[in-house]
């Protein structure tokens, strides 16, 4: 009978370690591949309506040297507009 509660204290010590190892060792390991995906969902902000979006689901422009992005082909046009104007005055 004493060798069953030992063995069974033995067991219970040995999951307890166990898990406490894995809750270590999960917190403290690099970014996978799949993470990093799960990550790349950045939020911008449009430059013309102010409007945050997903950074993914943004109309890309270069302009001036920067890469800008906006919510949507009609924000940008109008961007294109605005510095059409500026720039012939």
């Known amino acids: 009978m004493r060798l069953l509660i030992l063995l069974a204290v033995i ?3 040995f999951r307890m370690i166990k898990s406490w ?4 060792s999960t ?3 690099p970014l996978s591949s799949t ?9 911008e902000k449009d ?3 102010e409007v945050y979006f997903p ?3 943004g109309v890309h422009l270069k302009f001036d040297g920067k890469d ?3 919510c949507g082909n009609e924000c940008r046009d109008k961007f294109i507009v605005e510095q059409s ?3 012939k005055e």
């Not at 993470?35 to 939020?43: F, I, T």
């Open 68 to 70: 800008l992005y906006f």
């Open 47 to 49: 430059p013309f309506c």
């Open 35 to 43: 993470q990093v995906a799960e990550l790349d969902d950045v939020m």
């Open 55 to 57: 950074k993914k689901d």
């Open 11 to 13: 067991y219970l010590c």
């Open 85 to 87: 104007k500026f720039e």
């Open 27 to 29: 917190s403290q390991r």
């Open 21 to 24: 190892i894995r809750q270590n």
